[in-house]
Structures are given as C-alpha cells and as structure tokens.
C-alpha cells in the first residue's frame, strides 16, 4: 500500500469558495482544493501556506485547523493497472487569502485557481476532498471528522 498525507486549504469569502482546476495526463480536468504532499520533516501547517502560494500565487494564513479525513483508494480504482492500494490522509485547515494575485501553478498541475459559489460545485468534476473540506467548514464538528464522501459521477477520488 502506498502512503500520502496531505494538507489543503478551504477559504471561503465573500460566499465563494477558492479552486483549482488539474489537469494531468492520467486523470484529466478535476477541480480540488489548493494542497497538497507534507514534505519530510515539514509541519502541515506550513504545508498548506507552502501549497496555496505554490498552486495559486496568493499568500494565505491560516485561520484555524477544520479537521482530518482518511481514505483507501482500492487498487481496481487506481488510475494506472498494476498501483497497489493507496491510502490518502489529508488535513485541512481553514485559510484566508492576504495578498497576491490567482494564477495557474508554475510548471504544475494547477492550471487556473477560480472563486467559485458553492451551489455551482456540485455541477463540476471534482476531488472528493472538496467535498469534505466544505462539509468541514459549514459543521464544524466537533471530532473534526465528517461522513465519507462517496465516490462516483463527478465525484473522484
């Protein structure tokens, strides 16, 4: 099994909520949260000011740590024949945006960083960590966990 842990950005403002658009040749056009990988030896707090610059040419702050989800991508679901099961931790932290400019990811993944309302993402092909860093922020439960979000129709892993 392979192993991942992760820290993303949820930054809600003015009733829109910050995505970015990847695309890779393996899983196409996906909308996600800016994030990503927490390097060795690297804090996931920093991770997450660290990948909100990288991906969107804004700087962020963090405003409080929203919570944790894990989930095992079985290996019939990877995106490759042959990847063993994965398993993906991320935390996700609430951020605000102090400065910059949006821009698409110097020579990455992340080809436009958009504001978009809420009720328009259920309409887009997305990373199932959009979903739960939203029902993070909107519950604000207090185990900092919410349900899994399935997989499925617009929905990826």
Do not use: K
Not at 18 to 46: I, K, Q
Not at 109 to 138: F, M, Q
């Amino acid at each position: 099994m392979s192993f991942r842990l992760a820290a993303y950005a949820v930054c809600v403002e003015d009733g829109r909520v910050l995505l970015g658009r990847h695309v890779s040749a393996r899983h196409g056009s996906n909308w996600t949260l800016p994030g990503g990988r927490v390097e060795h030896a690297e804090d996931p707090f920093d991770t997450v000011v660290r990948e909100v610059a990288e991906e969107t040419g804004c700087e962020a702050v963090v405003e409080r740590l929203l919570g944790a989800d894990s989930r095992v991508v079985p290996a019939a679901e990877r995106p490759a024949p042959g990847l063993p099961e994965h398993q993906n931790v991320g935390i996700f932290y609430e951020v605000r945006i102090t400065g910059g400019e949006l821009r698409p990811e110097p020579g990455g993944g992340i080809v436009e960083s958009v504001w978009t309302p809420p009720a328009e993402v259920a309409r887009l092909r997305r990373s199932s960590l959009v979903d739960v860093g939203l029902a993070l922020a909107r519950t604000r439960p207090a185990t900092g966990r919410v349900p899994p979000v399935p997989v499925g129709g617009l929905i990826r892993h």
